[in-house]
């Protein structure tokens, strides 16, 4: 988890006043009041005027409701409230809020001593680099980008700049617009909402489906799934039955670990895996959404190496639905990205949301989890289910079943975080530069534990991870019953593309 800034402090607590009106039925009645609420007249103040301020939060708020910014507020709740979700991109710029952050990339500064050398005018081959009053000057209109300057002075005297949110995207998907605000070109955007964390101005949000979800429990069984990472997001000093408890009072009818999809996935993974190593050089873990999608949109011929088995959430989801074909399920997780593969998967998934959205509406509806009774609880998975939270947990997960299953098969396992570092990888991969057929990629650093919607340090939510798996009566995926019942009953764990 990044530091919380004043950015997340804003968009939580937007999320917990929409999901407070949501509780109490006044959200349409009231929705204008967030305006005033949130942006006071005294302060404090990260923008121009009150005005500018409110224009910006009412951007945040219809992104919030997953509405057009064509709408007012009240009519952007009303859809909200009827359960409309438009077809929004998961990560969305707000135009009010882009400051438009510069994009001189290379400038000299007051660390130039005009020295004689001047390494740096030698160095730039399109001779862009002058002294004027006393300093080097970097001409934009002959600045080529190349960079040279930069490493050749010696004082270090001239500064690379970029802007944070282009930095932040490995896929190269966001870019000044015309007009210098920040664009996102879905074609190349796997929703990893790393530029939303980047963003100083708060100018990039993810949609959110907390309205529609609250409403949607007034009427309907809606079930809960956790994402393995939950452990230690609702607070270090929680018990693990407290949270379960604090979510069912939220009004979800049923709590189900995601962990419990994670054993099955794990042995379709493994037999996968045996059955295929002879046709492809490698496979990969298909789980995290942005790392698959990067696959398939940035090296698309590796899309083939990619497995075909379900993520983790889609495969409980499958089991919750055959159980009970009317629950709603509501996934609940650290990720941005989950809520593109919820969208793609909509007969198994009804909603995604993340961490900070049910902590926000924990908020809403005065729950505090530490008061909260619970009873002891025992996980329903597999040590290596839960370890799914972690950077390594499939590739382990994976590999003990194979071991256990097939021991004369040979895993050769290797992973990678970050989707920079999961290309480079898979390249050298391809190029037979890595002497491994398992890979394992995550978006996040970290594993999930380290995603963008996550509430608290992911070196202690590993470690909680860790603590908890231990406590597994299965260690493997294939011990765990249940869940390796439930995968008899359930016809089919994999994607069928056309
Ligand atoms: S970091 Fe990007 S999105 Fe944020 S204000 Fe700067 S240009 Fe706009
Ligand atoms: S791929 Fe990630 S960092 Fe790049 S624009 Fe999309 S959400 Fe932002």
Do not use: W
Not at 69 to 83: F, H, I, Q, R
Not at 110 to 138: E, F, L
Not at 219 to 230: C, G, H, I, N, S
Not at 299 to 319: C, N
Request: hydrophobic residues 40%; aromatic residues 6%.
């Amino acid at each position: 988890m990044a530091q919380v800034t004043e950015v997340g402090k804003i968009r939580r607590r937007v999320l917990a006043e929409m999901a407070r009106m949501t509780y109490e039925g006044t959200l349409q009645e009231k929705i204008d009041d967030i305006l005033e609420t949130v942006v006071t007249e005294q302060g404090p103040r990260y923008r121009c005027c009150v005005h500018k301020e409110r224009a910006v939060l009412k951007e945040r708020i219809k992104i919030s409701l997953s509405q057009s910014l064509d709408l007012s507020l009240k009519e952007a709740a009303a859809n909200a409230l009827s359960g409309e979700i438009v077809g929004l991109p998961i990560v969305n710029v707000l135009p009010e809020a882009c400051d438009r952050c510069p994009i001189d990339k290379f400038i000299v500064t007051d660390a130039c001593r005009n020295c004689v050398a001047h390494h740096c005018i030698n160095s730039c081959p399109k001779g862009a680099i002058m002294v004027v009053q006393d300093r080097a000057y970097i001409d934009k209109t002959k600045c080529v980008e190349c960079g040279m300057c930069k490493r050749s002075c010696h004082y270090g005297a001239i500064l690379e700049i970029s802007r944070p949110c282009e930095r932040a995207c490995d896929v190269k998907a966001i870019h000044a617009g015309k007009d210098r605000k920040a664009t996102i070109d879905e074609t190349k955007c796997v929703s990893c909402g790393a530029c939303r964390i980047a963003c100083p101005f708060g100018a990039i949000v993810d949609r959110s489906m907390v309205v529609q979800v609250i409403e949607r429990m007034k009427t309907d069984k809606v079930v809960a799934m956790l994402a393995p990472a939950f452990i230690g997001q609702f607070g270090v000093k929680l018990k693990t039955g407290q949270v379960i408890e604090a979510i069912k009072q939220l009004g979800f009818a049923e709590v189900y670990e995601a962990s419990f999809g994670a054993d099955i996935v794990a042995v379709e993974e493994a037999n996968e895996f045996i059955e295929t190593k002879d046709d492809r050089s490698f496979m990969t873990n298909s789980c995290c959404p942005a790392f698959a999608d990067m696959v398939g949109k940035h090296l698309s011929a590796l899309a083939d190496r990619v497995s075909t088995t379900v993520s983790p959430m889609v495969a409980t989801g499958k089991v919750i639905k055959r159980k009970d074909p009317e629950a709603v399920v509501v996934f609940i997780g650290p990720c941005i990205a989950k809520k593109g593969e919820g969208l793609r998967n909509k007969e198994f998934i009804d909603y995604v949301l993340t961490f900070e959205e049910v902590a926000a509406m924990m908020v809403g509806k005065r729950i505090n989890a530490a008061e909260v009774t619970a009873s002891e609880y025992t996980s329903m998975a597999s040590r290596d289910g839960n370890s799914f939270a972690k950077a390594g947990g499939v590739m382990q997960a994976v590999l003990d079943t194979v071991q256990m299953t097939a021991p004369e098969v040979v895993v050769k396992a290797h992973h990678a975080e970050g989707l920079g570092n999961c290309k480079i990888a898979l390249l050298q991969m391809k190029a037979g530069k890595i002497d491994a057929n398992f890979f394992e990629g995550m978006a996040c650093e970290g594993g999930c534990v380290g995603g963008p919607a996550t509430l608290t340090d992911v070196r202690v939510t590993s470690k909680f991870v860790e603590n908890y798996a231990a406590t597994s009566v299965a260690k493997v995926a294939p011990e765990n019953e249940p869940a390796m019942d439930e995968r008899k009953k359930v016809v089919d764990f994999h994607q069928h593309h056309a």
